[in-house]
């Protein structure tokens, strides 16, 4: 996939919040949508730990549209764990990799959508989301591992609606203050595996 250059000159105003319109729970914006209490939700075993591009663990139980369903048990854990992942990489730049992958919480009430960037890409900046060219907003990264950054959001209702109803997202990173670079993720099939979700 071709990345696309997204300028973010003096003149751009800042996108809105990912998570406009989420429920606040005692706390402003986005940072309960991406501090500890969110960390501590997600399952941690997807993702792989050796030096490499970060890659979807698991074994694949089924295909939806560019999705796949993978299921896995996470170290320490009893029960299997599935997510819906899709892993791309930009034509011209075969270390820009994005992984995007879409689990439940441990509690089974909140889909947590958690995005693995490259390693160096610029983290105060954040990581940006357009839906159909729509921009939705940024999301903070919440720890870089040795397989890249991470970056996650429980998706609202609103979010969730958005994804399942776009026909693309594009993902965008910033190397520089100034400029970054979207990554096209298709969402073909988004809508049906978040529903075949275990």
Do not use: Y
């Not at 959508?113 to 990264?141: C, E, M, N, T």
């Amino acid at each position: 996939m071709v990345p696309t250059q997204v300028s973010t000159g003096e003149n751009s105003r800042p996108p809105p919040p990912l998570a406009r319109g989420a429920r606040q729970r005692g706390m402003t914006g986005m940072r309960h949508l991406f501090g500890p209490a969110a960390a501590a939700l997600a399952v941690a075993g997807w993702l792989c730990a050796a030096a490499q591009p970060a890659q979807a663990q698991g074994a694949v139980r089924s295909t939806h549209g560019d999705w796949q369903m993978r299921c896995e048990v996470p170290p320490g854990a009893k029960t299997e764990q599935c997510a819906l992942v899709q892993n791309v990489a930009a034509e011209d730049r075969p270390n820009l990799t994005l992984l995007a992958i879409v689990l439940k919480t441990a509690d089974q009430k909140s889909r947590l959508l958690r995005v693995v960037a490259p390693l160096g890409v610029l983290l105060p900046s954040g990581l940006g989301l357009k839906i159909d060219d729509k921009d939705i907003g940024r999301a903070g990264f919440v720890r870089c591992l040795t397989t890249g950054c991470v970056a996650e959001v429980v998706m609202d209702d609103t979010l969730l609606g958005q994804l399942k109803g776009g026909k693309s997202a594009t993902f965008i990173v910033f190397q520089t203050p100034e400029e970054g670079v979207g990554i096209p993720v298709s969402l073909n099939g988004f809508g049906p595996g978040v529903e075949a979700l275990p």
